[in-house]
C-alpha cells in the first residue's frame, strides 16, 4: 500500500511518528492510507493486522512503537484484529546505519 512517496511532508511525519508522544500523527497517517487505498484493502479481504516488532531494548529506550500504533490504528478502521504474530529475536542494525545496496 503506499501513501506517497518518502520526500518532504511525509517523510518528516514518519520520521516524527518514531519519537514518543506522536501516536495522534501515527493514527493520522494511518487514516489517510486507508482513505487513499480503501477499495484496494476491501479487495483484499484482510484477516488482521501483523505489525513487525522492535527488539524489546529498544522499545524499552524509545518507550513506543509506531509499527504497533500504525497497526492498531489501520486494523481498527478496516475492522480486523491486531495479531501480535512476530517476534524479534536479535537487536538488528537501525536502516539509517545500513550502506546502500
Not at 92 to 97: A, G, K, S
Given at each position: ?97 545500513l550502506l546502500p545496496e
Open positions: 500500500m503506499l501513501l506517497g512517496t518518502y520526500a518532504d511532508d511525509l517523510r518528516e511525519a514518519l520520521l516524527r511518528i518514531k519519537r514518543p508522544g506522536s501516536e495522534h500523527l501515527a493514527r493520522a497517517l494511518a487514516a489517510l492510507l486507508v482513505e487513499k487505498q480503501q477499495s484496494a484493502l476491501d479487495a483484499i479481504g484482510i484477516d488482521g493486522g501483523v505489525p513487525v516488532p522492535m527488539h524489546w531494548w529498544r522499545r524499552a529506550c524509545r518507550g513506543t512503537s509506531n509499527a504497533d500504533e500504525v497497526a492498531r490504528a489501520i486494523a481498527g478502521r478496516i475492522g480486523a484484529p491486531v495479531v501480535p504474530a512476530l517476534v524479534r529475536a536479535r537487536a538488528t542494525r537501525r536502516q539509517n546505519e
